[in-house]
């Protein structure tokens, strides 16, 4: 399994404010996930990224709220623009096991927008 | 539109006794299925699978159990033990058609064994 780290743990913004969270992992994979965890909701995928192409979105998600950059193999950034406290929520990258249905978490970003 | 549903957000057992988390689906294209456990301030990590083919999956103490014609999964621990205090989340995903990746998940039981 890999070992996935983000930055940061946690923080406390203010609205109309961007975020950036870091996600770095102990070996190179091919695809990165980032999801959302709304309170009291369930994980919800935002975006997949893949090195060297764009992101690919889900529904309700765009590129202009949440634009990702996956500059090598074991690094992902997803930025959280013009923050409102509706983005309030965990955000969480993931990666792909040898079995793409498995997935590995990192910790989270447990974001609060006041 | 919830397709993944985990009716109960809490359940509380003895230490010892069976723990049967479970839940339901809605999307009939759902071919795999996944259970992960989630502590407070971590992410949540595999804790077992089953495919669409089989309606049984063991793994030591967890078994997760699959009805495809109700469209309902369960996961059984037992012995529960203190330390599988955890939120559990079920997922599912369509195994085939390049979206393999893409896992819908529920919104969690929180469990509590009680020593």
């Known amino acids: 399994s890999a070992v996935i780290s983000q930055k940061p743990s946690r923080d406390i913004c203010q609205r109309g404010t961007s975020l950036t969270i870091q996600c770095q992992v102990d070996?190179?994979?091919?695809?990165m996930f980032w999801y959302r965890q709304q309170p009291g909701q369930s994980l919800t995928l935002i975006a997949t990224?893949?090195?060297?192409?764009?992101?690919?979105?889900e529904s309700g998600f765009v590129i202009d709220k949440f634009p990702i950059s996956r500059p090598n193999l074991t690094f992902s950034t997803l930025t959280v623009s013009n923050m409102s406290p509706e983005d309030s929520s965990i955000y969480l990258c993931?990666?792909?096991?040898?079995?793409?249905?498995?997935?590995?978490f990192g910790p989270g970003t447990r974001l609060t927008v006041l | 539109d919830q397709q993944v549903k985990q009716n109960s957000p809490s359940l509380s057992v003895q230490e010892g006794r069976i723990s049967i988390l479970n839940c339901d689906y809605t999307n009939s294209m759902f071919d795999y299925f996944l259970w992960y456990k989630k502590y407070p301030a971590e992410g949540p990590t595999f804790l077992i699978s089953?495919?669409?083919?089989?309606d049984k999956n063991e793994d030591g103490r967890f078994t997760v159990f699959l009805n495809k014609s109700a469209k309902h999964l369960s996961l059984h621990i037992v012995p529960s033990q203190p330390g599988d205090s955890a939120v559990y989340f079920c997922a599912a995903s369509v195994s085939s058609g390049g979206s393999n990746y893409k896992l819908t998940f529920g919104k969690g039981t929180l469990l509590t064994v009680n020593p």
């Open positions: 993931s990666v792909g096991g040898t079995d793409y249905n498995e997935q590995f």
């Open positions: 089953i495919s669409s083919i089989k």
């Open positions: 070996s190179q994979v091919t695809m």
């Open positions: 990224a893949n090195q060297g192409s764009e992101a690919t979105y």
